[in-house]
């Protein structure tokens, strides 16, 4: 077996840069259970411990001809793992804010959604009280306040008197006031 006959770590090292598997399962056999437990002290689980040992073992067959240690190899295994574990904590503090963005981002599309329904839907109730004004109240009062025309304007452009144009606005306001009044308890009565 290959762990009697490698006594030391040079050679271990130098037989896994020449790509020897079994050079390979001593380093993995000897270390891997104190770098699993290692890194689970640090992070939210025992799978993404050994995630993290399995990505460094990886790293370390692919790249094997590459390495160069100059520390003992306990040393550069437990830097690596260190390393893949502040990276990991990044990574996962980022997809955590990352999806509490998106969360809120979402909730504020619905609450935008649904304050846009909201007000349409009063806008159009606000329509319909318009339509039930008398012809001339419901003419004088969308002069007044879609065509921002004022008192003695809207007063020249139809021909009355300026007093009987603000008692039609009282009279389109006391209405529209009424409709509202009855919308709003229907809206309170649809939101509890």
């Not at 809120?104 to 159009?124: A, C, F, P, T, Y």
């Not at 606005?169 to 709003?184: D, F, I």
């Amino acid at each position: 077996m290959l762990a009697h006959t490698i006594h030391n770590e040079p050679e271990l090292l130098q037989r896994l840069k020449a790509g020897n598997l079994e050079a390979f399962t001593v380093i993995y056999e000897k270390y891997a259970s104190s770098l699993i437990g290692f890194a689970a002290s640090r992070v939210s689980s025992l799978e993404e411990a050994r995630d993290i040992i399995h990505d460094v073992f990886t790293h370390i067959w692919s790249e094997r001809e590459k390495i160069n240690i100059t520390v003992s190899l306990r040393s550069f295994l437990f830097s690596a793992v260190r390393y893949r574990v502040i990276d990991h904590i990044r990574k996962s503090v980022t997809r955590r804010e990352y999806a509490g963005m998106l969360q809120r981002l979402s909730d504020k599309m619905i609450v935008d959604e649904e304050s846009v329904l909201v007000s349409k839907n009063m806008h159009q109730a606000l329509e319909l009280a318009v339509e039930d004004l008398p012809s001339r109240t419901k003419q004088i009062y969308r002069l007044s306040r879609y065509r921002h025309l004022a008192v003695k304007e809207i007063a020249c452009e139809l021909g009355l008197s300026e007093q009987t144009v603000k008692n039609q606005l009282s009279t389109a306001l006391n209405h529209l006031r009424v409709s509202w009044n009855k919308l709003s308890v229907l809206l309170l009565w649809f939101f509890i």
